[in-house]
């Protein structure tokens, strides 16, 4: 059983278009998070969402929105991408406090 | 500005022996410290925590050490088995305001432990 999935795991776009990449967990957590992995290999925090409040990291761009229509997902728009966006994006979900369970990241390149 | 530092991107080790890996953080308010593992092509796996409160914790092959007031961490594995060739990642919890959980990690230090 996966526990925490993302699909796809490659996207390969071009400059402008939007996209989405889609997670799912089945552990019943109750935070999900999306990070950003760089070519810098630094894995940095995009977002954290615990059913009604989502914290925000100030240094993403507005075009990243985080949308949750159930407990169990959480799904990145990305809106009019930039090459700057090309990296891998994790998701991860944990309870309040818990370690965090990581997906296997999706690849997204920007051509 | 990087919060947590892993000034090592790389490690070789021969199999049996330990490895040992350090990390750095800048902010003493980081109560809670993590280690993940990563394979390439697959997400980061949780391998041990330690809390504040602590200076050592140990779970099998891995014992995480914590200074707080030298605001160092250092991950020993004992003893180191080809398997255990992955990057590792150190992070660090921020428990103010409403920062709780979104982990703060290092650069990573590839691990590489040789039969």
């Known amino acids: 059983d996966t526990a925490v999935s993302q699909t796809p795991k490659y996207l390969v776009t071009q400059m402008g278009n939007d996209k989405s990449i889609k997670c799912e967990q089945n552990l019943g957590h109750d935070t999900m998070y999306w990070y950003k992995q760089d070519s810098k290999k630094f894995l940095k925090i995009m977002f954290s969402y615990n059913n009604k409040e989502l914290i925000i990291n100030e240094t993403v761009p507005n075009r990243f929105s985080p949308k949750s229509p159930d407990k169990a997902h959480l799904n990145l728009h990305i809106n009019s991408l930039e090459l700057g966006d090309s990296a891998v994006y994790f998701c991860?979900?944990?309870?309040?406090?818990?370690?965090?369970?990581f997906g296997p990241g999706t690849r997204l390149t920007v051509l | 500005d990087q919060q947590v530092k892993q000034n090592s991107p790389s490690l070789s080790v021969q199999e049996g022996r330990i490895s040992i890996l350090n990390c750095d953080y800048t902010n003493s308010m980081f109560d809670y410290f993590l280690w993940y593992k990563k394979y390439p092509a697959e997400g980061p796996t949780f391998l041990i925590s330690i809390s504040s409160i602590k200076d050592k914790n140990e779970d099998g092959r891995f014992t995480v050490f914590l200074n707080k007031s030298a605001k160092h961490l250092s991950l020993h594995i004992v003893p180191s088995q080809p398997g255990d060739s992955a990057v590792y990642f150190c992070?660090?919890?921020?428990?103010?305001?409403?920062?709780?959980?979104?982990?703060?990690f290092g650069k990573g230090t590839k691990l590489s432990v040789k039969p």
């Open positions: 991860a979900s944990s309870q309040p406090a818990g370690e965090q369970f």
């Open positions: 992070a660090a919890n921020p428990s103010y305001g409403g920062s709780q959980g979104n982990l703060i």
